[in-house]
Nanobody, 124 residues
Framework: QVQVVESGGGLVQAGGSLRLSCAAS????????VGWFRQAPGKERESVAA????????YYADSVKGRFTISRDNAKNTVALQMDSLKPEDTAVYYC?????????????????WGQGTQVTVSS
């Protein structure tokens, strides 16, 4: 069993930055792909970024490309999401999820372990 915990959310002004962190238990986490998803009020949960098990391949949604950076440190069992040039439309609850395969997916149903989420609010 893998437990996933997100941290780093908060309130920031437009144009600012936040760094989200995803920490997981279990040595097998380093073999898993990890995705970041977000869900705004009244909207469906959507994929934001994802990274494969060794960090050599990653994905970004068009809406965050060039502003967000996903990275991982398998020695520490952590995955980070650096968010720069934040916009009010980035406001959402952000979730970290792990997939028991090494290749990432953009489909939330293909992830097996989820954190409880962390709120990100960007004011205009």
């Amino acid at each position: 069993q893998v437990q996933v915990v997100e941290s780093g959310g908060g309130l920031v002004q437009a144009g600012g930055s936040l760094r989200l962190s995803c920490a997981a238990s279990g040595r097998t986490f380093r073999a898993y792909a990890v995705g970041w998803f977000r869900q705004a009020p009244g909207k469906e949960r959507e994929s934001v970024a994802a990274i494969n098990w060794n960090g050599f391949s990653s994905y970004y949604a068009d809406s965050v490309k060039g502003r967000f950076t996903i990275s991982r440190d398998n020695a520490k069992n952590t995955v980070a999401l650096q968010m720069d040039s934040l916009k009010p439309e980035d406001t959402a609850v952000y979730y970290c999820a792990a997939r028991t395969r090494g290749d990432y997916s953009t489909h939330l149903m293909e992830y097996d372990y989820w954190g409880q989420g962390t709120q990100v609010t960007v004011s205009s």
